[in-house]
C-alpha cells in the first residue's frame, strides 16, 4: 500500500511509519517539523516539508495517489490549546479539513486518525468510560478531536471515506520530546538522568491511562486492514497517578531525587481511563505492556541512547 504518515516526524507517528516501512508499505512522511525531530524520519520514507494547512498539499495528494492516510499531525499540547484556541483549530481543525479534501478528491480509501481517549470524554461519569461515553471535552485540543470525528463520520457518508478512529490514551515510550508539557514519563526520565530536580504538580494524585508505544503501533498495524473502522479506544483499562509514576522512575533509574510536588495546575481534568474491550472483542486487540514493562524499556532505553 501507498500510505501518507502526517506528523511522521514525531513522536507516535515515526514509529508507526516504521512499522509501515517493515511491513513492506511505501510511505510518505508529511510534517513542519515544529514539533517533530529530523531525526526520527525513516530513511525509506519520502519526506515532505509541508504544513498540513498549506494547500500544496492537494497537488502532492493529486500526484502521489495515496491508498490510505494515518493523521498523526497536530497542535498536541493542551495548554496551548488554552492559551491559543485559534492556532489550535488552525492546525488540527482547518489542516485536517485540508488532508480530507485532497483525500476524497484523490482516491484515498482510509483515514486513520489520532484521537484522545484523555480529553474527548472530559470528566468521567463512569470508570473506565467505553466508546458510549459522553464527549464532553473540557479543553480546545479535546474539542477539535471530537470536531475531526465528526468531520469522519461525515466523510465517509457522503463520500465513501472510510475511518479508523484511535482514541488514545497517555502514550509513552522511546522518542517522546521530554520538552513539552505533555509526557510525564518522558519529562521525570530527563530530569532525573540530568540530576534535575523532577516537580509533581499538586498532590501527584491525577490519574491517566498510560499505554506503552509499542501497544499503539500494534493497533496502527491491524488498522490496515479494510475491515478495521469505526471508533476504538486504544487504552490499557489501567489508571496510574503521578506519584506512582515518580516512584517506580526513581527506582528503575536509581534515582537519589526527592519527591518534590509544585502547585497544581489550574483546570486539569482529575482522572482519565478508558476500557478497551471494543477493540478487543472486534479484533482481539490486547495491550501487551503492563506499566511498569513498559516504563523499564522506556528507561532502558533512554539509557542506553545516552552511553
Ligand atoms: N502523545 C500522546 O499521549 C497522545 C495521546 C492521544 C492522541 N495523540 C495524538 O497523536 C498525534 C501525535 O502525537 P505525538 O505525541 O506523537 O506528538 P508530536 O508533537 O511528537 O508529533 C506531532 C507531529 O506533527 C507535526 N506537526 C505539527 N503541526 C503540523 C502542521 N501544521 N503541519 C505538518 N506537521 C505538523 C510535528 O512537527 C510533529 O512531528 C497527535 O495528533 C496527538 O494529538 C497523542
Not at 161 to 189: D, M, S, T, W
Request: hydrophobic content about 35%.
Amino acid at each position: 500500500m501507498k500510505i501518507a504518515v502526517t506528523g511522521g516526524a514525531g513522536f507516535i507517528a515515526s514509529h508507526v511509519a516504521d512499522a509501515y516501512i517493515k511491513e513492506g508499505h511505501r510511505v510518505h512522511i508529511i510534517d513542519n517539523l515544529s514539533t517533530g525531530n529530523a531525526e526520527n524520519i525513516n530513511p525509506n520514507a519520502v519526506f515532505h516539508n509541508i504544513d498540513i494547512c498549506d494547500k500544496s498539499l492537494h497537488k502532492l495528494f493529486e500526484v502521489e495517489k495515496f491508498d490510505l492516510v494515518s493523521h498523526y499531525a497536530a497542535q498536541m499540547n493542551v495548554r496551548v490549546s488554552v492559551s491559543d484556541p485559534i492556532f489550535d483549530a488552525t492546525t488540527n481543525i482547518l489542516g485536517t479539513l485540508n488532508i480530507l479534501e485532497a483525500a476524497k478528491d484523490t482516491g484515498v480509501k482510509k483515514i486513520v486518525f489520532a484521537s484522545s481517549g484523555g480529553t474527548v470524554y472530559g470528566e468521567q461519569d463512569y470508570f473506565p468510560a467505553d466508546e458510549e461515553h459522553p464527549t464532553r471535552p473540557c479543553s480546545p485540543y479535546g474539542i477539535s478531536k471530537v470536531a475531526v470525528e465528526k468531520y469522519l463520520f461525515y466523510y465517509d457518508r457522503v463520500y465513501g471515506l472510510k475511518n479508523c478512529i484511535f482514541r488514545y490514551g497517555n502514550v509513552y515510550g522511546r522518542r517522546q520530546n521530554p520538552h513539552g508539557e505533555a509526557g510525564v514519563v518522558a519529562i521525570f526520565i530527563d530530569k532525573m538522568m540530568n540530576h534535575e530536580q523532577p516537580v509533581i504538580n499538586g498532590d501527584g494524585l491525577i490519574t491517566r491511562d498510560y499505554i506503552y508505544i509499542d501497544d499503539v503501533v500494534a493497533a496502527n498495524i491491524l488498522a490496515l486492514k479494510p475491515e478495521v473502522t469505526g471508533t476504538y479506544n486504544v487504552t490499557t483499562g489501567v489508571e496510574t497517578d503521578v506519584n506512582t509514576i515518580f516512584r517506580n522512575l526513581k527506582e528503575l533509574m536509581h534515582s537519589e531525587c526527592q519527591e518534590y510536588h509544585g502547585e497544581a495546575k489550574a483546570g486539569e481534568q482529575r482522572r482519565s481511563v478508558c476500557s478497551y474491550k471494543k477493540i478487543h472483542d472486534a479484533f482481539g486487540f490486547t495491550p501487551k505492556f503492563s506499566f511498569f514493562e513498559g516504563m523499564k524499556q522506556t528507561v532502558a532505553d533512554a539509557l542506553n541512547c545516552k552511553k
